[in-house]
């Protein structure tokens, strides 16, 4: 029992990770139709900026805005510089075009740091894990969950009580009216690229102490973050946050219990191998019966 | 020759070597091609095996084995199939013939078929997997690194060595991730209460974390090259395991670049390996010495390998006047492995892959506090593999 709780929580963390990144990702598809790629730069420039300022000053408080702000920066210079120019042409060339942003990224991060992981420590205070009854769990897990639900809120009250919300919302479902009222789509956009940018270098940032801060970092989380936008619905934040627990959830307990299941059906070894097999296609198996079911994905923006 | 073309070669003389027939040819260096892993969390893998190998080159002045030779690097990104595309490149554009580099199995999987079966050879700097060490062994397939299996078999017999009884092992979900726990197997003599196929690109291991706890092995086995590596071991911290459950890795688990990502919390590893940079032999220290005077940052095994794997064709070039035509003669000559490896012992087997020592090493502090791999005593004497036997060469 409390391994199954332990797991959940792992999942739920993994889960935050993924909302912070499908969260930016999503937007920025639903209001802009832009298919950007190059988000899991923005999770590298966060973690790396992070982990940077975190070890030249050795306060984990200081890496925090670093982390966010050198994200936000680099995101809304994208937009200005590279993607502004895509909205108008077809899906195929903005992939073309951020998947290079990707290849530039990479190369830069290789160039300012080198190819070998960069190493953050988890600030003492939230080292250790603490006890929760069945079970001890590590508090900075702890924290990224808090974290993670805590912008989640601050993301739909943003979204669905603010000003700028309710232009994000209109840009998403009526864009060319919302043009027409005289409202700066140009600024919004530049806007909303940002905040995706923060959001995701939030997730890198976190990721950083957990996870080794490396080149390439943010292809690796971005196919499942895309798996997570699929099954959401695109341009969905509600389905990005249902998605990503989602799929954190079947990930986490296919890896964990798939081998015990099947371990009592064959021999170890085959039960093992296959288990990793299966469990590494759960989620897209998860993503292909969610679109035979509902083939905009769980929530859909646009009716 | 007539006059016209006796003008032009004299014109593009220095230049060109192009209308220059026989002996000048000699002058033109013998082209190497390097595939390896030199982007991605792999990445400093290549780097260091790129960096020793080119470092070889230098201290023999832009030579191996007196033969010049212009080394062509190129980044496989860890996918097999661009590894495949470089190396066509490499042998139908440049005329290559001489191939090495690959870090990563499933990448030398795809690649080196492909190189045999255009007639060229290969030398393996790192990846040795099993389905090319037995019955698929080939006449122009060298590994100087070692068979992926032995790395594990050796970790597994330091298990032994060291008295554990129930061990929990993970390694990637691809064939060295499953060399690796075939190989621990072979050799551990204790139960083994928990096997765990991690993802080749998994970075987040928590869940992996609460099943060893769960278990209560007495020891963990883990095998995961680079960036991964680091994450396990610092999440294995994270999750208090380290105090409670010592750890068994071979020496891909734990380099000098995973050392020091990880720092303390690694203290009391146990690592096996066939080469440390403490090792007091002449070899070893020269390499040591010149490789932090260029490149003055920790040396890897990979490091180590890279220079081997240039020893071993420097010595083959040298016996052979510089060709790689006559692969037969090519071969005749390496086997032989008249060079001093950096490991001490080393020969090649009847599937042309290394017969070696191997080592335990323990990580602990230096007289600075900082931790340090050393070297505590050999674990098994002049090993082969498992597969030499299925190999009919």
Redesign the interface.
Known sequence: MA?VL??VL?GV??GVMLFLLAAGLTLIFGIMGVINLAHGSLYMVGAYAAAFVAQATGSFLLAIPAGLAAAALVGMAIEYGVVRHLYARDHLDQVLATFGLILFF?QLV?LLF??????VQ?PPAL???VDLGFF?Y?V??LCIIAVGLATAGALFWLIQRTRLGMLVRAGATHRDMVQALGVDIRLLYTVVFGLGALLAGLAGLMAG????V????G??ILILTFVVVVIGGLGSVTGAFAGALLVGVVD?SL??FL?GLLRGLMT??EA??L???VS?MGVYLLMAIVLLVRPKGLFPAHG | MSVIKKAACGLAAGVSILCLGGAAAAQEPLKIGMVTTLSGPGGYLGQDIRDAFNLAVEMGGGKLGGTPVQVLVEDDALKPGQGKQIADKFMKTDKVKLLTGIVFSNVALAVVPDVLDNDGIYVSPNAGPSTLAGKECHRNYFVVSWQNDSLHESAGQNANNLGFKKAFILAPNYQAGKDALEGFKRMFKGEIVGEVFTRLDQTDFAAEMAQIRNAKPDVVFQFHPGGAGIAFLRQYQQAGLIESVPMVVPSPSMDAVTLKAVGAPALGLNVSAQWNSDFDNPASKEFVEAFTKKYNRPITYYASQGYDTALAIGAALKATGGKVDNAEAFRTAMLKADFKSVRGNFKFGRNQHPIQDWYSMRVEKDDAGNPVIRTKAKILSDVGDSYAKDCKL
């Open positions: 391994l332990e797991q792992n963390q993994l990479n290789v080198g190819r070998q992981p960069m190493f988890i080292a250790g894990a001890s590590p900075y897990r102490p957990l996870l080794s490396q080149v390439g970092m292809e690796q986490t890896r964990a081998p170890g070894s093992d191998a288990a990793g097999g590494a």
